[in-house]
């Protein structure tokens, strides 16, 4: 049974008179607080050729889409903390680790988010649209059990991670390694200058795989790219490039994945031996209206949600895409449009509104050109604590 609505009440019960983080006193030497998120969503699909939601003449679904309670201790010391946290709304953990601080770096034992994604590794309270882009949709790994190590400096960092499964069963599974490094040539004076890559290299469970996609919005059930169901895979490797730009008010990043799936040959089937090659993008901006400006650690950029009595208005623009199509496996190509606002009202409230133009293409061997152009409207209602 879904616990949703009893997060949802102790949010709106406690957001009223806590600060972004609810304190809970000290446990074990650590002092221990309590952070929440909920976000209920509203799409609405303007369907071309496919019903996005599968629901004949109703082209509207709402929900719960995230409901996160989380747990975070941090050793008096600053050497050690620990986060426990899970997702109630899709029955699943999300991080759930120990973290060490060594003059060498950190070194966190258990799930957390895997070094790879400009967009993925940001702070889902703070996502700058309602869904996330197509390029990290398709080949950021997000949250996996491993062990990692990170460094920071003054003009860039590293990560570097080795990993197995997913913590919740039923949810993504595969070991592998993942690294990313980034320079800041420029980090000063309210403005950032963030070049990055990272690498992936992840095993296929039972020689099995498959790239697809929803078309940028979390309620649709219908993927317009899909490259299908591949067997006889071995590895898949995938290597990211990220840049990033902030001047006081202003924020503009891009994204660029390939991504490649290595296959095996059979007796009597040696097409199945030919790689698959495929790749995604997005570049995004946001202005935040009047101020403030934008922070920027660990490699990432961060938000700054304004307290309790203030206000703070965004305007957002995305132009994000993918190919799957190589050789004789034609997943698609798209590419989408998204405009949106966002408003921070205090320091638990956020309401956000997008609309998604994509324009996809697929085109089988010898046949004709299948062109689906739909629109999306989406909102989201967003508590957090």
């Known amino acids: 049974m879904s616990r949703t609505p009893l997060i949802i009440a102790l949010g709106l019960g406690l957001a009223s008179v806590a600060r972004a983080e609810i304190p809970l006193g000290d446990l074990a030497g650590a002092q221990v607080g309590l952070e929440g998120l909920v976000q209920w969503d509203i799409n609405d699909f303007d369907n071309d050729r496919a019903d996005l939601n599968g629901r004949g003449p109703d082209d509207r679904e709402q929900g719960i ?50 070094p790879n994604g400009l967009e993925e590794l940001s702070s889902t309270r703070s996502n700058d649209f309602v869904s996330k882009h197509t390029a990290g949709n398709l080949f950021a790994l997000g949250r996996r059990l491993g062990v990692g190590w990170a460094r920071e400096g003054s003009s860039g960092g590293a990560q570097a991670s080795g990993f197995t499964r997913e913590l919740s069963r039923g949810f993504n599974r595969g070991r592998g390694w993942s690294a990313r490094g980034w320079w800041s040539p420029l980090n000063a004076d309210g403005e950032v200058l963030h070049l990055g890559a990272s690498w992936v290299s ?26 299908g169901a591949f067997t006889n895979t071995d590895a898949q490797q995938t290597l990211g490039l990220e840049a990033l730009w902030m001047k006081d008010t202003w924020r503009v990043q891009a994204e660029l994945f390939q991504s490649r799936i290595d296959r095996y040959a059979v007796a009597g089937a040696p097409a199945l031996g030919r790689a698959f090659d495929a790749r995604a993008w997005a570049l995004q901006g946001v202005w935040n209206v009047g101020g403030p400006g934008f922070g920027y650690k660990g490699g990432v950029p961060v938000t700054n949600v304004p307290a309790t009595g203030e206000r703070l208005w965004q305007v957002t623009l995305r132009w994000d895409g993918a190919d799957l199509d190589d050789g004789a496996v034609r997943g698609g190509r798209g590419r989408a449009l998204t405009i949106g606002a ?44």
């Open 65 to 114: 889409r995230r409901a996160e309670l989380v747990l975070k201790g941090r050793g008096k010391a600053g050497v050690v903390d620990w986060t426990l946290g899970y997702d109630a709304e899709a029955e699943r953990a999300l991080d759930v680790n120990l973290r060490w601080k060594t003059a060498l770096g950190s070194v966190t034992v258990g799930q957390f988010k895997q």
């Open 202 to 227: 992840a095993d296929t469970p039972g020689d099995r795989s498959r790239v697809r996609v929803r078309p940028n919005a979390d309620f649709a059930t219908v993927r317009l790219l899909d490259a």
């Open 342 to 385: 966002n408003a921070y009202l205090g320091a638990h409230l956020k309401l956000m509104g997008n609309v998604v133009k994509l324009w996809t293409e697929r085109t089988p061997i010898g046949g004709a050109a299948v062109v689906d152009n739909p629109t999306i409207a989406e909102l989201r209602l967003q508590l957090h604590w």
